[in-house]
Nanobody, 121 residues
Framework: QEKLVESGGGLVQAGGSLRLSCAAS????????MGWFRQAPGKEREFVAA???????YYADSVKGRFTISRDNAKNTVYLQMNSLKPEDTAVYYC???????????????WGQGTQVTVSS
């Protein structure tokens, strides 16, 4: 069955960088939109970034200019490069695949288990 597995989370100081990976399996997702969402403690899940099948990218205003989403269809993998990290970026980051509604809305068929990102001040 289809599965998404995130990796690359961890603890980093403010101003640092992390690169998250989301490896998909079960079928090819080269024709699917992929996205990243995050959820901080006590807050609702929020959109971070998305990429459609032809490579157009979309970002939340809070990460624009600092985060970059990309995909490698040969590896069935999507990435989130996070630079200039801030303490408010601390959250569990989730990968999502195969949007069934607007890419920013969270309506995706498949979700990963999440990876923790903690940014210390």
């Amino acid at each position: 069955q289809e599965k998404l597995v995130e990796s690359g989370g961890g603890l980093v100081q403010a101003g640092g960088s992390l690169r998250l990976s989301c490896a998909a399996s079960g079928r090819t997702f080269s024709r699917d939109a992929m996205g990243w969402f995050r959820q901080a403690p006590g807050k609702e899940r929020e959109f971070v970034a998305a990429i459609n099948w032809i490579g157009n990218t979309y970002y939340a205003d809070s990460v624009k200019g600092r985060f970059t989403i990309s995909r490698d269809n040969a590896k069935n993998t999507v990435y989130l490069q996070m630079n200039s990290l801030k303490p408010e970026d601390t959250a569990v980051y989730y990968c999502a695949a195969s949007a069934v509604s607007r890419l920013t809305d969270g309506g995706y068929r498949y979700w990963g288990q999440g990876t923790q990102v903690t940014v210390s001040s």
